[in-house]
């Protein structure tokens, strides 16, 4: 295999907790009606892999039409937290994922670039006893394209030597603009990822898509 190192996000690619994040979100907004709820998670779900705090400025900002401060911005990220990490440390692996990541570990370079506070992540990581698994554990307020750039330069890798694994388009993007080699998983019946791109559906035939990876 010609890759040295594999960057996962975290959510919706090793661990199925999207959906936990998802209700979190609406459950925060409910009070304000179906129509606020409903834009809410779609502004979510199209904008995985950002950080919570980029969509609470949305939220308060764009759809209720109000200040964003740092009080709020604090508040509202301990509202979130309180709701989703004991459930996220609970959630089931992707299927293949633990199997992967425990197999190939010693052979490939390993990492977590997701869009959760980093402290956070961490902390779930070391909760799911996951952390052997990984060189590091990268989250917010890095970007996807600052945390990715920060791996290849602080491991000595080309662009070429390494794998982003994500599930949104944000993710896509992000391995655009760095250069490095991307696989999307897509859940669902339909792609979220431009044609052409190389998906899985889940991770049990990863290292088989990995080996098949044009270079």
């Known amino acids: 295999m010609s890759i040295k190192a594999i960057i996962f996000d975290f959510d919706g690619v090793?661990?199925?907790?999207?959906?936990?994040?998802?209700?979190?979100?609406?459950?925060?907004?409910?009070?304000?009606?179906?129509?606020?709820?409903?834009?809410?998670?779609?502004?979510?779900?199209r904008h995985g892999g950002v950080s919570r705090y980029e969509k609470f400025r949305y939220f308060e900002e764009k759809i209720l039409g109000r200040g964003f401060s740092p009080e709020k911005e604090k508040n509202l990220g301990e509202i979130f937290s309180k709701k989703v990490v004991d459930a996220v440390v609970e959630a089931p692996w992707v299927k293949g994922a633990y199997e992967f990541v425990s197999r190939h570990h010693r052979e490939l370079a390993m990492f977590v670039a997701s869009g959760t506070p980093e402290e956070e992540m961490k902390d779930i990581i070391e909760r799911r006893d996951m952390g052997q698994y990984f060189i590091a554990v990268y989250g917010s307020p890095p970007t996807k394209v600052e945390i990715i750039k920060r791996i290849c330069e602080t491991n000595g890798y080309e662009s070429e030597d390494v794998l982003f694994v994500g599930d949104s388009m944000t993710d896509y993007e992000a391995s655009k603009m760095t250069g490095v080699r991307f696989i999307g998983r897509a859940a669902g019946p339909v792609s979220p990822f431009p044609p052409?791109?190389?998906?899985?559906?889940?991770?049990?035939?990863?290292?088989?898509?990995?080996?098949?990876?044009?270079?």
Do not use: P
Request: with cysteine.
């Open 196 to 215: 052409g791109t190389t998906i899985v559906k889940d991770l049990t035939d990863l290292y088989e898509r990995c080996r098949g990876l044009k270079f």
């Open 14 to 45: 090793l661990v199925e907790s999207v959906d936990v994040k998802t209700r979190a979100f609406a459950e925060m907004y409910q009070v304000y009606g179906i129509d606020v709820v409903n834009r809410v998670t779609a502004f979510h779900l």
